[in-house]
C-alpha cells in the first residue's frame, strides 16, 4: 500500500484545512487509518484514527471538538477536517494504514501501523 498525503499549508491561527490521504491498492476497507503529527524535536504523536468502515473514531484530547477524521472507501481516502486551527497545530502530518486492525479498531499507537505516507506540512501563523 502506497499512501499520498497532501492538503497542507499555510493558514493564519483561526483556519482551517483540510488534508487527504490516498491510498493505493484494492483493500483500503480493510485499514483502520491514522492521522499522526510531529514538530522537530518531539516525538510523533497520533491525532485521530478511524475504523475500516468508519463507523469508530478516536481523537486526541489536543484537537477533539476541532479536528473530524473521515474516509471514503469507494475512492481510498481518509480525510483529516481541521478547524480552528492554532499555532501549536503546527506540524509536519502523517497519514498511516494498519493493515492488522480488527473492525472496530481505532488504533492511537504507531506500533501497529504498516504503512506511512510521506507527510505534509501544516504551518498555523498567529
Known amino acids: 500500500v502506497q499512501l499520498q498525503a497532501s492538503g497542507g499549508g499555510l493558514v493564519q491561527a483561526g483556519g482551517s484545512l483540510r488534508l487527504s490521504c490516498a491510498a493505493s491498492?484494492?483493500?483500503?476497507?480493510?485499514?483502520?487509518m491514522g492521522w499522526f503529527r510531529q514538530v522537530p524535536g518531539k516525538e510523533r504523536e497520533s491525532v485521530a484514527a478511524?475504523?475500516?468502515?468508519?463507523?469508530?473514531?478516536y481523537y486526541a484530547d489536543s484537537v477533539k471538538g476541532r479536528f473530524t477524521i473521515s474516509r471514503d472507501n469507494a475512492k481510498n481516502t481518509v480525510y483529516l477536517q481541521m478547524n480552528s486551527l492554532q499555532p501549536e497545530d503546527t506540524a509536519v502530518y502523517y497519514c498511516?494504514?494498519?493493515?492488522?486492525?480488527?473492525?472496530?479498531?481505532?488504533?492511537?499507537?504507531?506500533?501497529?501501523?504498516?504503512?506511512w505516507g510521506q507527510g505534509t506540512q501544516v504551518t498555523v501563523s498567529s
Open positions: 498511516a494504514a494498519d493493515q492488522s486492525a480488527t473492525y472496530y479498531a481505532t488504533p492511537h499507537d504507531e506500533i501497529p501501523y504498516d504503512y
Open positions: 491498492g484494492r483493500t483500503f476497507s480493510s485499514y483502520a
Open positions: 478511524i475504523s475500516r468502515s468508519g463507523g469508530r473514531t
